[in-house]
């Protein structure tokens, strides 16, 4: 256990807590909304399970789990300016079909051909898909969807007043941190190191999903109606606190760091 597969674990299970959560909330109330969000929390579980599995010895030969990763990387910048979109009610019906396109070839080349991944690379403490010649292309395409989904959400934040400004800027500002912390994933297929992205940068993404949780528990973001118990919130919040710490230190035998999340 390292900072990389301790992190993925940490992203696995908290973006899917939130996306069952969201996907519960959608049945009574059939709204896409809910769904196409519960789509892209449940993309990014998806992503963080199979990278959780790329330690120091990891080894894929067919490329499985390489492959069935960056499904969820493919993925993910969709189904977030989907939800963008859809959260800002914005018809965008020919943006949408382009970028799911483009995802559609995407994945055709990580399955059926190796110009995406073309195997595995191994470090002292973690390893990851190696890149093939279009990696570069899928870089450019998931960042590129990334900032047209945080530029929107900028954009109607600066307009919107009220309550309606405060879930946009919950929700823009957890999507910078948890991106800005997902990118070490893609700068060590580059072998880049920049601290402290490189290694702790995949913290930022349950941070994200935390974020999230308290714009839906505070602002009512996605417009949820939920009933939280001040026991349960008190559960959570200290299991929370003391908890992940206490397991981090123990996981990774670095206990400064450990008491410096606790103290965050």
Known sequence: MNHFVFSASVTTV?????????????????????????FYSLSISFW???????????????????????????????????????????????????????GGVFIYLVFFTKLLITGVTRRSVYSYPSAGPLYLPFFIFFVSLIVIGILLLFIHMRRARGNRKNQIKYLLFGSILGYSGGLKNFLVVADIEIFPIYPYGTYAIPVYVFIVAYA??????LDIKIAVTRAGLFIVVYAFILGLPFWMGYATQQWPLSLAVMAV
Do not use: M, Q
């Open 216 to 221: 839906i528990l505070r602002y009512r973001l």
């Open 14 to 38: 908290t973006t899917f807590l939130l996306g069952v959560y969201v996907l519960f909330s959608y049945f009574p109330t059939k709204k896409k909304l809910y769904l196409i969000y519960s």
């Open 48 to 102: 963080a399970f199979f990278v959780s599995f790329f330690n120091a010895d990891f080894r894929d030969p067919s490329l499985i789990f390489g492959r069935l990763l960056h499904l969820g990387a493919i993925l993910i910048p969709i189904l977030f300016v989907h939800f963008v979109l859809e959260f800002l009610e914005l018809r965008k019906k020919v943006l949408l079909f382009v970028i799911y396109a483009f």
